[in-house]
């Protein structure tokens, strides 16, 4: 395997890695003498069988960045849970220092979606799942906690008022 070619100086790289592996890759690129990383991740609540769970995962699914010489490419490229680096026209792609900056002083880590919901009382929407799928709905009220809401759904052209869990819904744009 051919080194791609690059100057010699300290690029910020992007970094290839295994699906749902950017938190391996990251720690064992931290391991490498000479390489930073920057790995940002994004925390959120998502529901499941057993109620509303924190997630955290990659901003950047697939992908890390990392900052090295060129002489640690063959280490870089090797490391547990990276795939390799990415490139365009044979040559790695480099991420200007500037973006990383503003990543990293813009956004906190990790960055935390609030749990609150995505809807307001007057939102037009489309039910996309369970029996009503397909009907219009206008949204009345968020209900305390934000995990139902009430609705008026258009059947056959009547208004009829029903509760549905918000992640039934899908706005119209």
Not at 38 to 52: D, E, L, Y
Not at 90 to 112: F, N, Q, W, Y
Request: glycine residues 6%; charged residues 25%; neutral net charge.
């Amino acid at each position: 395997m051919n080194n791609p070619p690059l100057e010699s100086s300290l690029s910020w790289l992007c970094v290839k890695t295994q699906p749902k592996r950017e938190h391996i890759a990251a720690s064992q690129l931290e391991l490498l003498e000479g390489v930073e990383v920057f790995a940002p991740r994004i925390r959120f609540k998502r529901r499941t069988p057993r109620g509303k769970v924190w997630f955290e995962e990659s901003l950047f699914p697939g992908y890390v960045f990392a900052r090295f010489d060129m002489l640690m490419f063959r280490a870089v490229s090797s490391a547990v849970g990276v795939r390799g680096l990415v490139k365009f026209a044979g040559k790695c792609a480099v991420v200007p220092a500037s973006m990383i900056e503003m990543l990293r002083t813009d956004s906190p880590e990790p960055i935390v979606i609030p749990d609150e919901p995505l809807v307001k009382a007057g939102d037009e929407t489309v039910v996309v799942e369970g029996s009503l799928m397909g009907l219009k709905a206008v949204i009345t009220q968020v209900m305390p906690g934000g995990e139902r809401v009430k609705v008026l759904l258009d059947m056959m052209g009547t208004a009829v008022a029903a509760e549905v869990p918000v992640d039934t819904l899908e706005k119209v744009a």
